[in-house]
């Protein structure tokens, strides 16, 4: 045998093995775009540095290539902490250009999630969005139309339908879905969430009434920051830090939480193919621009089930849920007799895919993504337009629009300001 037929031979052992163990790499412009091989390291461009996003610049399994934000600083923070080699953009847009990107993160105020995450799927990127998942129902709407049409990838960021303690609960979320599916609680559920059930309402996210106006730092491009929300003058209160106390941007702590408390409900309840078909709100008037607080409020769905957003929280003694069989209190203690044993026999929850990477690499749809996503958040975005209008509104979870009543169905598509539009 001679040197060059060794050396053939060797290099095609080399690459059958490596084929056979799935470890052979084929380069993304070969295999088509968007498409990421099993044994390629992942890439991610994040918009938005200054919190949230600057919090996942490290993440096992990625790599992170580029960063977009309004402001100078977070870029310069978040691009020392990377290193060199990263891309740094002013406009979103050139970020979610880039053809080196397979996930985009949009770590930013939620009124520009919807209209990031729809540019990114038309790109032919994966999207990773922070809660909530969208500033309007109509937005989200619009996000899970974008993401099915384009075939992609979508993770909302809150995990708790599927890992770690559940606030209060002290345990995952599985056994209490395996209790509510065991019928031993009885039907119709109430799930009430509350302090006194492990869940903190964090109403210091509220607006201030009196914002004189201020000058816009040397930093910050704050029209860019502003986007598609109404033209506000600057103050430092709107941005950053808190910018969730104003609805032009979020809604209070009820935005800030409640996707993180509601979708684990939505998915244990079985609802994340509908809505709430009633929404009443117990609060003081809130005002135009700052979010308030609230003492009550509740969803009611077509088959009975409750889900109470209890701001006052006046009874300590209150169930988590409560059916008509039984009651299950925070630190999940229950009232029926060995619990635990009967659990045990029950069969788990259907598998879900609950590494986004995995997502990704195989195409395969992650456990929160934009459908049961847009479910949840939908029920975050009933509770602020309830709040905001002061009144009880009937809702057809179908045509996901209210029943008899134009001013809050504007509210569902808001007016975007020029030249911002979905």
């Known amino acids: 045998m001679t040197e060059i037929s060794k050396k053939g031979r060797r290099q095609f052992l080399r690459n059958s093995a490596a084929i056979a163990a799935g470890f052979f790499i084929v380069p993304r412009h070969v295999l088509g775009k968007g498409y990421i091989p099993p044994s390629d390291q992942i890439t991610k461009g994040i918009i938005g540095v200054g919190g949230m996003g600057k919090g996942h610049i490290k993440y096992a399994g990625t790599r992170v290539v580029a960063v977009c934000d309004v402001d100078k600083l977070h870029l310069e923070e978040a691009a020392n902490m990377i290193g060199g080699g990263v891309k740094i953009f ?40 922070e809660k909530p998942m969208t500033r309007t129902i109509g937005e989200g709407k619009r996000v899970v139309e974008a993401v099915k049409q384009y075939g992609r990838m979508f993770r909302l960021n809150t995990w708790f339908r599927f890992e770690d303690n559940f606030y209060g609960m002290k345990t995952t979320v599985k056994p209490i879905k395996k209790l509510v599916e065991s019928g031993l609680l009885g039907w119709p559920l109430t799930v009430t969430v509350s302090k006194h059930t492990g869940f903190d ?25 502003l986007g598609p929300a109404p033209y506000k003058p600057y103050h430092l209160h709107r941005t950053h830090q808190t910018f969730r106390g104003y609805w032009d941007y979020d809604g209070g702590g009820l935005g800030d939480m409640g996707q993180h408390y509601i979708d684990p409900i939505q998915y244990f309840l079985g609802k994340d193919h509908t809505s709430p078909v009633k929404v009443e709100v117990d609060a003081e008037q809130q005002h135009y621009d700052a979010c308030g607080t609230f003492r009550k409020i509740t969803f009611t769905y077509d088959d009975g089930c409750k889900i109470i957003l209890d701001g006052e929280a006046n009874d300590p003694n209150v169930a988590y849920i409560e059916g008509p069989k039984g009651k299950l209190f925070s630190g999940f203690r229950s009232d029926i007799p060995n619990l635990q044993e009967k659990l045990a026999m029950m069969p788990d929850p259907e598998p879900q895919v609950t590494n986004f990477l995995d997502s990704v690499k195989y195409r395969q749809t992650f456990a929160l993504n934009e459908s049961n996503g847009h479910r949840s958040c939908t029920i975050v975005n009933l509770g602020k337009i309830a709040l905001q209008l002061g009144r009880t509104l009937n809702f057809d979870p179908v045509k996901q629009e209210f029943i008899n009543d134009e001013e809050a169905n504007r509210m569902i598509n808001p007016p975007m300001r020029a030249p911002w539009n979905i």
Do not use: N, S
Not at 100 to 129: F, L, N, Q, R, Y
Not at 202 to 218: D, I, N
């Open 90 to 129: 002013h406009d979103h847009r050139e970020l979610i250009a880039l053809p080196e990107v397979d996930i985009v993160h949009i770590a930013t105020p939620p009124h520009w999630h919807g209209i990031m995450a729809i540019e990114a799927a038309k790109a032919g990127k994966d999207i990773w969005c």
């Open 201 to 225: 309402w964090k109403f210091y996210w509220v607006g201030k009434t009196q914002l004189e106006p201020q000058p816009v730092p040397e930093t910050l491009d704050y029209d860019r920051w």
